[in-house]
């Protein structure tokens, strides 16, 4: 079977497209559609988080001292 018939590759040039325009440094993403949440870490495996804060727009920002992690993005269906 053609990977081309198992995976629906338009979707994921989307997401290279939208990286495209973020901040380039290195990230592990994982998307949970249960909880309809992205998990996006920094480090590879993932720091723990010291300390956090959540944006207006339910974005969870994930720090290790004065440095950012990772961000956790809730209700991604809604955006």
Do not use: H
């Amino acid at each position: 079977m053609a990977l081309t018939q198992s995976v629906e590759i338009n979707r994921y040039l989307n997401i290279a497209k939208a990286l495209q325009t973020v901040e380039q440094r290195p990230c592990w993403m994982m998307f949970d559609s249960e909880a309809d949440v992205l998990y996006i870490n920094f480090q590879n495996p993932a720091q723990a988080a010291t300390d956090s804060e959540v944006t207006d727009d339910d974005v969870v920002i994930r720090y290790s001292g004065d440095e950012v992690v990772g961000l956790t993005i809730l209700s991604v269906s809604q955006r």
